[in-house]
């Protein structure tokens, strides 16, 4: 079974195979964890995004790392909250198995999460961290290609949250 580990800090300082952005439908950057993404990795990032040409919600492509520590970046395009009846919890799932099969595809070993949609795109914290974690567990669970997850937290607040969650999910098999 993959090692689990959650972080607090900054993703674009990690040196893993591959980052996870939390972008938006059009790939071509924003504010937030994609705006830091961005410019860590330098101008060629938006090119390689321009090409790709957009990416659904629920979805997630691959580009290089250019610039940065990490080789890849993955690109998942979150869903934005609204009061959760809109299939927010299974586009958010998605995007999280997305991202997973795009590294084992790539035979990439470890991926790095930032929380997605929990900042601009308004996803309630604890839940967004609930469906991240038994996602992340289950997709392991099947697929044995990814041996290390980071899940990252920008805010020592967030940091200690996660961990809670990991914690109770785990003592709750
Ligand atoms: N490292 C790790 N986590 C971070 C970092 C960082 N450098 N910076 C922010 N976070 P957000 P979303 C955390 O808003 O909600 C963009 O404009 C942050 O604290 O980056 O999926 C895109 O272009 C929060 O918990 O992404 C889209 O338009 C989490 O990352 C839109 O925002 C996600 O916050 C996507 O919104």
Not at 20 to 31: I, T
């Amino acid at each position: 079974m993959a090692r689990i580990h959650v972080i607090q800090g900054d993703i674009t300082r990690l040196q893993v195979y591959a980052i996870v952005n939390a972008a938006n439908s059009s790939l071509l950057g924003g504010g937030g964890v994609d705006g830091a993404i961005h410019r860590a990795a330098g101008p060629e990032l938006l090119e390689a995004c321009r090409k790709i040409g957009g990416c659904p919600t629920g979805e997630a492509r691959i580009t290089p790392g250019f610039r940065l520590p990490a080789r890849y970046v993955i690109h998942a395009v979150g869903p934005v909250w609204h009061g959760g009846k809109h299939g927010e919890a299974e586009l958010l799932a998605s995007c999280y198995r997305h991202s997973l099969q795009l590294a084992a595809d790539h035979g990439l070993k470890q991926i790095a999460f930032p929380a997605i949609s929990t900042g601009a795109y308004g996803y309630p914290f604890d839940e967004a961290s609930s469906i991240a974690i038994r996602t992340v567990k289950e997709w392991l669970a099947a697929h044995n290609m990814v041996e290390e997850v980071y899940f990252v937290l920008f805010s020592d607040h967030h940091y200690q949250r996660f961990q809670q969650f990991l914690h109770k999910e785990e003592t709750s098999g």
